[in-house]
């Protein structure tokens, strides 16, 4: 079914800024899919449809634990050739996130938009197996790298994660985001630590694009909000860009594929923003502590 | 080293409230022992020194993923033998911890402590695969459940958390605290949910007996409110209780063994309690969602 890290990133991105799709298919991704595109209103003009290709293809399954996807086979198919060539809009973009893929291709992207003064980056255990020097290169050149808590552990060879954050802010990126499943997701900078829950759903139909959506929400609302470099990006903002992209997630994991998160109202992200809030607050009173 | 789940439980407790402990420890359990509880003014008179008994020993190793303790040996000594007689006292407390040991001896104690209308319980693997139908029945006469996600996972067969929390709380217990290691803790009632991450350490010495810590913050603040039943215990107190548990479980893993634990300081616990209140808020602002 449709799929795919951009797809999942742009639908839910779409619901707080104007969004961008750069990337190819092939002739199997028909008027259908870019449909479910255009519905959102994504601009779809850099999605390039290759004669002959095949689009990428992600099989996997899940046992007990939600958390990990087993990997059962990707094709790269027409990425493996591709020559990323962006039309005038999308160079000029002021915020870029580069979805998982080969690292030489988001630096490609990367390097073609580089006006853009807030640049985030996802990847994959995948990359860091096989292209770790060009992934560690392409994580250099943004400022903000969203990424598996595991992946952030195998990528710095530190299990210990506020280290691992601090070892990936040495390569470059000022912010870093922890997805960690149905954990939530958490949050660091050189000032600051936030941590958000997962939404304790009790019908998970399908983990399959979470952490996609929930970069969408939070780079989505990033944008959204004027951030155009990492500077500008202040705790407040970065907090609730946290709790929008957990809000989309939270959503995505409810039914299979995209279904959920196309047909998403205003009121009911405002409503799960709301619940967010609700179930991790806590007001402090004080006490008299016997020591 | 000192330690077990009373131990670390008790020191945890006794910084917000009077703390009875009860078990057995043998000729190997000094006074160099009891004074770390005298210290901090737990009452040891049902402590019961077995004369040529061994006290309970655990011995364990950490991986990669400090979350995943690996037992070596576990050697049960005078705990096998242990035949509960408690004093007037400790009979007539009003919240009752039934820290993790066969649910068999749980459960005579839960007897002799029937006028608690408070009670929680904590347990392991190793009771859901050797006496699963004596915990169950343990679990069924308390009213808080205070034990590890995973182990809610197992003992319910329901990978799903919400699903498990509400097969646990059909059991009987109305509160539900699943302990998810550094991803902090999650809380589950009829009425609502509530979860807090783990504090951002990058010096973790070793998280045993973190989760004792935790139940120790968390049901020793219970008890510094009067909540002397489930139905008294409202959502604010119950979120203050969580945090407090994060507090001590924090501190807990800052050192080996009880060092941290004991010597702690009032400043020092209402300013980590500020802490967490920093890392999990956020302020919403409305926004128009594109949709």
Redesign the interface.
């Known amino acids: 079914m449709l799929g795919g890290s951009a797809t999942h990133f742009a639908l839910a991105a779409?619901?707080?800024?104007e969004v961008r799709m750069v990337g190819p298919v092939g002739e199997d991704f028909g008027e259908a899919e870019l449909d479910v595109l255009r519905e959102r209103?994504i601009d779809t003009t850099d999605i390039e449809r290759v004669a002959g290709g095949k689009t990428f293809f992600w099989r996997g399954h899940y046992d007990?634990?939600?958390n990990v996807a087993h990997t059962d086979e990707t094709q790269l198919n027409v990425f493996a050739e591709f020559d990323p060539k962006l039309s005038e809009r999308s160079r000029s973009s002021e915020t870029l996130f580069l979805a998982n893929i080969q690292p030489e291709l988001q630096r490609r992207v990367r390097a073609e938009c580089d006006g853009a003064g807030f640049a985030a980056l996802d990847s994959m255990n995948l990359w860091i197996e096989n292209a770790r020097e060009e992934l560690v290169a392409a994580i250099g050149e943004v400022d903000c790298l969203v990424i598996n808590d595991a992946e952030i552990r195998m990528l710095t060879e530190q299990?210990?994660?506020?280290?691992a954050a601090?070892a990936v802010r040495e390569l470059g990126p000022s912010v870093v985001v922890a997805k960690?499943g149905?954990?939530?997701a958490?949050l660091?900078t050189g000032d600051?630590?936030?941590?958000?829950?997962?939404y304790?759903?009790?019908?998970?139909l399908d983990p399959t694009g979470a952490g996609d959506s929930f970069a969408g929400g939070l780079i989505g609302?990033l944008d959204?909000q004027g951030v155009s470099s990492a500077a500008e990006a202040d705790g407040?903002t970065l907090?609730?860009a946290?709790?929008y992209g957990s809000v989309m997630a939270s959503f995505n994991v409810e039914d299979f594929g995209t279904e959920r998160v196309r047909r998403?109202?205003?009121a009911e992200?405002?409503e799960r923003?709301?619940a967010f809030?609700?179930?991790?607050?806590?007001?402090?009173?004080?006490?008299?502590?016997?020591?």
Chains 1, 2 share one sequence.
């Open positions: 779409s619901f707080f800024t209103e007990y634990d939600l299990p210990n994660l506020a280290r601090r960690q149905e954990y939530g958490a660091f600051e630590f936030f941590a958000i829950p997962g304790p759903l009790e019908d998970v609302y959204s407040p907090r609730r946290m709790a998403l109202s205003a992200i405002n923003l709301a809030k609700r179930i991790t607050h806590f007001e402090e009173q004080p006490i008299e502590v016997r020591a």
